[in-house]
């Protein structure tokens, strides 16, 4: 198994309420005078209460084109990722040497070198860390992540390594772009960084015990890449995000979820923590319908979509966090760590404290 020996989060120090936010968009996304009760009823009913940005509010309607949006998120991905990655390794009791992989994880910038590279001194790693950047997945690569960390240390049972994940969403928000998709991103995306430290079977948890991986599964959805992603183009990211989203999780989660448990002898009521990413109001009511989920099953991931809006990957992994540090499962239960994104596809992660 791979042992979770630590999650941290860090976050922007640009906080601010929804209905700031609101009007930010309105005067960002909309033309002038333009009407606005879709963009007020799509802020107020996405459920999100707070949101951090990676810059000051005002300085938004100043940023001129995608050069500049990713310039702010290089210089504020390596800040926050410092941050989560020293914050996890120091409550995991490890020092940066002894980490033999970094794996980076973001889909709202890009940079090269990338931004694991440029964490390398000033982190106090190892000239010879493996590095293994990662775009595109999205949501769901704060789960994938952690999946393929746990691929890795099962041929590497003595390693440690890290995933870090840094998502900067309001930087991708479009000028001009008053389409549904566009107002909903507005509305729901925000942005932060997360960490998870990792140790082999081999090397044991070096920390407090975490969960362990038990197992994971992937899955890709036929016919559906156009439900969620990116269009590039002259300004950057404009976000694709299909109304389809909550009948694709209808359609498909609950049978993978049943498959996935069943294949390894673990009932769906033997589940003491659902770790799932908070992707919006509509999918989490789907996701606890389908998998008609207990009371209160969800109420870490509707509090982190209040406290800081959808995250896209480093979400789940910021649930992750809040599920260990206000409601930590008795030892030997199971957990399961859910999210979905681009492809359309889900990742499926089994837990046992």
């Known amino acids: 198994m791979t042992h979770i020996a630590a999650v941290r989060c860090a976050f922007p120090p640009h906080r601010y309420a929804q209905s700031e936010l609101t009007d930010m968009a ?22 999100v209460d707070f949101r951090n940005l990676a810059l000051p509010i005002e300085e938004y309607e100043k940023l001129t084109g995608f050069g500049a949006a990713n310039d702010a998120f290089v210089s504020t991905a390596v800040e926050l990722g410092r941050e989560s990655v020293s914050a996890a390794l120091k409550a995991a009791r490890l020092t940066p040497g002894d980490v033999d992989l970094i794996m980076f994880t973001s889909v709202t910038g890009i940079a090269a070198p990338s931004i694991d590279a440029r964490l390398v001194a000033e982190l106090g790693l190892r000239p010879d860390v493996k590095r293994l950047p990662i775009f595109g997945l999205g949501c769901v690569a ?8 746990h691929d890795y240390l099962q041929g590497w049972p003595d390693h440690v390594a890290v995933l870090l994940s ?42 407090p015990a975490g969960p362990a991986v038990v197992a994971t599964r992937s899955h890709l959805y ?21 109304a389809s989203v909550p009948a694709v999780v209808r ?60 995250l896209s990957s480093s979400s789940v992994l910021h649930v992750l966090s809040e599920t260990l540090a206000t409601r930590r499962p008795e030892p030997s239960t199971w957990g399961l760590l859910i999210a979905m994104g681009p492809g359309f596809c889900s990742e499926l992660v089994l837990l046992r404290w």
Not at 166 to 192: H, I, K, N
């Open 26 to 47: 309105a005067r960002v996304c909309l033309p002038e005078n333009a009407d606005r009760r879709l963009l007020d009823r799509l802020h107020g009913s996405a459920r």
């Open 251 to 310: 359609q498909y989660l609950a049978q993978d979820v049943h498959d996935f448990l069943t294949d390894h002898g673990v009932t769906k009521e033997e589940i003491s923590a659902w770790v799932c990413h908070p992707g919006g109001p509509k999918v989490l009511e789907a996701v606890s319908e389908v998998l008609d989920l207990p009371a209160g099953a969800l109420d870490v991931t509707w509090r982190s979509l209040a406290a800081h809006g959808n």
């Open 166 to 207: 840094v998502e900067l969403c309001s930087l991708t928000v479009q000028r001009g772009d008053s389409s549904p998709a566009g107002l909903v991103a507005s509305a729901l995306f925000g942005d932060g960084s997360a960490a998870v430290v990792f140790a082999g079977d081999d090397r044991g948890p070096a920390g």
């Open 142 to 149: 704060g789960a994938a992540g952690i999946a393929r960390m």
């Open 222 to 242: 036929p016919g559906s890449e156009h439900v969620m992603g990116w269009q590039v183009g002259d300004g950057g990211f404009r976000v694709l995000l299909d």
